[in-house]
C-alpha cells in the first residue's frame, strides 16, 4: 500500500445499517472531533464489517486506509522494515505511520484476532490508549492526528480457524459494534437495486438462503457478498438453482429439499428483527 492509497472512498448508495447502529457511528464521528477513538466490530463472515468502515469513511468524508492484520509476525512490522541496500541497512517505513499521522484517517485493522503471533499487537497498545503515540528509534515519537478512528474488525468463535481470544486490555480500547446479517426484507432490496432483478425474484433467492442459514442439521452461512453474487449471476440469465449452485458449491439433494420445503410452507409470514433498518449515506446536499 502507497501513500496515494490514503484516499476517501465511493460511498455505496444501497448501504442499509441497523439504526441502533448508525446512531452510534454518528455518535463516534462527534466523538472523534474531541479526540481519537477506537471501534471494535464483530459479527459473522460476510455481514459488512469491513463494508461498513469503507462506507463509514465515505460518508462523513474521510480517508481509509486498510492493514491486514493477519500478516503479522512480530510487534513493530506494521511500521516498517529494515532493508540492505548496497551493503548497507537502511530502514524503510510502510504507510501505516503516515496513515496514523494523518488527521481525520480512517485506520481499519482487518481481523484484528488473527496475527501470526499475539505479540505482533504489542505497539498498537499505546497508540489506541489515552496517549495516542509510539516512540520508535528508527522513526522517533510518533503522535496520532487529530480526528483519526481506528475500527478494528473480527470474526469470533471457534468455528474461525487461526483466530485468538483477543487481549482485555486491548478490547476494553474499543467501543463494540456486534453485526448480523440484515433482515430478509432489506436484503432483497439490496439485491434488487443493485444488480437490476425483480423484487420477487431477490425475495425467493433470500427465501432459500435464510433457509440454508437456518437449516437445523448442517447450517450454511452465506453472506450478504454471496447473495449479490447469486443475484449477479441470476441478472444474467442463470436460473435461482444454477446461480446458488454455483455460488456455493451446495449439494443439488441438499437444495431441492430446500426448496420442496420452501414450496410447501409458500405464504408463511417471516418474523422480522423489530429494529429499524436504515440507509446509511450521505444527506442530500
Known sequence: MKAKDIVIPEQDPFFYVESDTLRVLE?????????????????????????????FAAVFNRPLATFQIGILSEPGQLYGEHVLKDGETSYRPYLFPEAIQTPNCVIHLEEINRPEHPKALNM??????????????????????????????????????????????????????????????????????????????AQEIIGIINRLRDHSDSPIDVSTRTSLMIAEMVAFGASVREAIIYSLQINKEHLESILLTLHLEKGAVDVQNANKYLLFVKPNE
Open 27 to 55: 455518535r463516534v464521528e462527534k466523538i472523534s472531533k474531541k479526540h481519537p477513538v477506537n471501534v471494535l466490530i464483530s459479527g459473522r463472515q460476510g455481514c459488512g464489517k469491513s463494508s461498513i468502515v469503507r462506507q
Open 124 to 201: 498498537l497498545f499505546s497508540l489506541l490508549a489515552e496517549d495516542r503515540q509510539v516512540w520508535m528509534d528508527e522513526l522517533g515519537l510518533l503522535n496520532v492526528a487529530e480526528g483519526v478512528v481506528f475500527f478494528a474488525t473480527m470474526n469470533e468463535g471457534e468455528e474461525y480457524i487461526g483466530t485468538e481470544s483477543m487481549d482485555p486490555a486491548l478490547r476494553d480500547r474499543f467501543y463494540t459494534v456486534l453485526m448480523d446479517y440484515i433482515p430478509r426484507d432489506v436484503e432483497a432490496e439490496v439485491l434488487a437495486k443493485k444488480t437490476g432483478i425483480s423484487r420477487a425474484t
